[in-house]
């Protein structure tokens, strides 16, 4: 068992570099996962971020959907809004539409959360037994994805984990409705001992809308209310942490080297 690690920072010009570098080192963890043991689980973030590495990995211009072992690569998604799968919000519909629809992943390699259902709890619940069901654990761990893609927003949320929300605090639920009132709706979302149990956790973020509350987090600032921000709870035991970021949102960083 190793201890936290530090936090990987690497800086990229664009959105488009970072979209690459993210492409690169997700194909490369898959390749190797599934030869070493028959096949990869990944959890999905959702938002506008991650849709330009989607479709760079579904692109047959570019060498990462060669690489990439479909076949053996279970999705999942680490946060969903309660909107049908269809809806212009869902994170289902977006990486279907820019990667999961263009692929040969077979149709039950991709789990998506049952957001048809109206009780967004019991669309939770149904979600976890999928979790409990697909992802590796040990005996009543939580289930260790190898690799759990983020994004961050500008109040320093991942995943559906919002500032000043319950599921911040949940401890051995693994996926849960989280009542969210700046959208007087719910999210569902993963957990921290989810997320913290992962092998890898890949944040992605752009944008100079970022920069203010990346500074914070990774300088290990608190929020207003002394708080810490959802992101910085993203602390895997025994995992790796890389977090790609463009040059706009790194404009507050003060980095080494
Ligand atoms: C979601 C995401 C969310 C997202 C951040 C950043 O469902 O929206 O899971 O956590 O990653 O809000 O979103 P952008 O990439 O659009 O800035």
Not at 122 to 151: I, K, M, N, T
Not at 161 to 167: K, R, S
């Amino acid at each position: 068992m190793t201890g936290p690690r530090e936090h990987i920072v690497r800086v990229f010009r664009n959105a488009d570099e970072l979209s690459r570098a993210a492409a690169e080192g997700i194909t490369r963890r898959a390749d190797r996962t599934v030869r070493e043991r028959g096949r990869f689980t990944i959890a999905l973030s959702g938002g506008s971020t991650p849709k330009i590495l989607y479709s760079l990995l579904a692109s047959s211009d570019s060498p990462y959907r060669e690489r990439m072992p479909w076949g053996d690569t279970h999705f999942f998604f680490g946060d969903e809004r309660h909107v049908p799968p269809d809806h212009p919000e869902s994170n289902y519909r977006m990486a279907h539409e820019a990667m999961l629809v263009k692929v040969p992943v077979p149709t039950e390699n991709v789990h998506r959360v049952k957001t048809e259902k109206p009780d967004a709890s019991e669309a939770a619940s149904d979600y976890e037994h999928v979790l409990r069901e697909f992802v590796d654990h040990d005996e009543g761990a939580a289930p260790r994805f190898d690799l759990v893609l983020l994004g961050m927003g500008t109040d320093g949320h991942t995943a559906s984990l919002f500032p000043g929300t319950a599921a911040l605090t949940e401890k051995s639920r693994f996926f849960v409705a989280n009542r969210v009132a700046k959208f007087d709706a719910h999210r569902l979302t993963m957990t921290l001992p989810v997320i913290n149990n992962a092998a890898v956790v890949m944040f992605l973020v752009a944008g100079s809308d970022k920069a203010d509350v990346l500074q914070r987090v990774l300088e290990k600032r608190r929020d207003r209310q002394n708080e810490l921000f959802p992101a910085q709870l993203v602390r895997p035991l025994n995992g790796e942490v890389s977090w790609l970021i463009d040059g706009a949102a790194a404009t507050h960083l003060h980095l080494e080297g």
